[in-house]
C-alpha cells in the first residue's frame, strides 16, 4: 500500500541518527528568532530565484512568467517555517512539497544544494546580525538540523515514488496489456515471473 505522507516523513527521520534530527529544542530556537528569520525574506528569494534561473538546468524547469508565483509559494514556506509549528504536520507536508517537485523534474541534486544554500544564507546572516553569540550559534545549529531533516524527508519522498512507479511498470510489464481479456492478475502475474539468480 502506498505510504502516506506522514509516514515518509517518519520513515525518513527514523532513519537520520538522533543527533542529526531536528529536535522540539530545535523549533523553540527557531521561534525565538521570527522576527529576524521573517526580515531576511526578500533578500532569501531573491537569492534563491537568481539562483535557480542563473544556472541553465535548473532555469528549465520553469515556464515563461512563472516566476512570480514560485516566489510566493517559497516565501509561504519560509513564513511557515519562520512561525512554525515545526510538527509531524509541517514535515508531512515537505513530503508533498517534495513530490510537487517530482512531478516537474526536479532532481534530488537540485533540491539539496538549494536547501544548503538557505542553511547557508541564514547561517551567515545569523554571524553578522546583532544578536549574542550563543544565540547566533545556537539558531545556526538548529537551522542546520532543520534543513537535514527537511532534506532527509524530501529525498526519501524521492526514493518512495520511485519506488512505486518502478513497482507499477514491473508489474504492468507482467501482466501485459490492460484489455480486459488479456489481463492477468497481479498475484499470477508476479508468481509466474521468471527466476532470477543473484
Ligand atoms: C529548499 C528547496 C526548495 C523548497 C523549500 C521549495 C519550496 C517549494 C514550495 C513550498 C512549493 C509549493 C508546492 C505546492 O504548491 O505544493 C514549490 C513549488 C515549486 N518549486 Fe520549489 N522549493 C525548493 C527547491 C526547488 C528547486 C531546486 C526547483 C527547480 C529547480 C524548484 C521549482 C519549483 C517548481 C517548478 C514548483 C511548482 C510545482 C508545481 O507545479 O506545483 N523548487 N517549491
Given at each position: 500500500m502506498?505510504?502516506?505522507?506522514l ?5 525518513a527521520?527514523d532513519?537520520?541518527?538522533?543527533a542529526?534530527r531536528?529536535?522540539?529544542r530545535d523549533g523553540e ?5 521570527e522576527?529576524?528569520?521573517l526580515?531576511l525574506?526578500p ?7 537568481d539562483?535557480l ?6 532555469a528549465e524547469v520553469?515556464?515563461d512568467g512563472?516566476r512570480?508565483?514560485r ?7 519560509w ?5 512554525g509549528?515545526?510538527d509531524?504536520?509541517?514535515f508531512?507536508w515537505m513530503?508533498?512539497?517534495g ?9 534530488n541534486p537540485?533540491?539539496l ?5 538557505v542553511?547557508?544564507?541564514?547561517v551567515k546572516?545569523?554571524r553578522?546580525a546583532p544578536?549574542?553569540?550563543?544565540d547566533?550559534?545556537a539558531?545556526?545549529?538548529?537551522f542546520?538540523?532543520?534543513?537535514s ?5 524530501i529525498?526519501?519522498g524521492?526514493?518512495e515514488s520511485?519506488t ?5 511498470a ?5 501482466t501485459?496489456?490492460?484489455?480486459a481479456?488479456?489481463r492477468?492478475?497481479r498475484r499470477e502475474?508476479?508468481?509466474s515471473r521468471p527466476?532470477t539468480?543473484?
Amino acid at each position: 500500500m502506498a505510504k502516506n505522507m506522514l509516514q515518509i516523513a517518519r520513515a525518513a527521520i527514523d532513519q537520520m541518527p538522533p543527533a542529526c534530527r531536528f529536535t522540539s529544542r530545535d523549533g523553540e530556537v527557531i521561534r525565538a528568532h521570527e522576527q529576524f528569520l521573517l526580515a531576511l525574506e526578500p533578500e532569501l528569494i531573491t537569492l534563491f530565484y537568481d539562483t535557480l534561473f542563473g544556472h541553465p538546468p535548473t532555469a528549465e524547469v520553469f515556464i515563461d512568467g512563472e516566476r512570480p508565483a514560485r516566489e510566493q509559494t517559497l516565501a509561504g514556506w519560509w513564513r511557515r517555517t519562520a512561525a512554525g509549528p515545526l510538527d509531524d504536520h509541517y514535515f508531512a507536508w515537505m513530503a508533498e512539497v517534495g513530490l510537487a517537485h517530482v512531478f516537474r523534474g526536479v532532481g534530488n541534486p537540485m533540491m539539496l544544494a538549494m536547501a544548503e544554500l538557505v542553511a547557508t544564507f541564514v547561517v551567515k546572516q545569523a554571524r553578522q546580525a546583532p544578536l549574542r553569540p550563543a544565540d547566533s550559534a545556537a539558531l545556526a545549529e538548529a537551522f542546520a538540523r532543520l534543513v537535514s531533516t527537511v532534506s532527509a524527508v524530501i529525498t526519501h519522498g524521492y526514493d518512495e515514488s520511485l519506488t512505486s512507479a518502478l513497482s507499477l511498470a514491473r508489474v504492468r510489464a507482467l501482466t501485459g496489456p490492460s484489455a480486459a481479456g488479456n489481463r492477468r492478475t497481479r498475484r499470477e502475474a508476479l508468481n509466474s515471473r521468471p527466476e532470477t539468480s543473484v
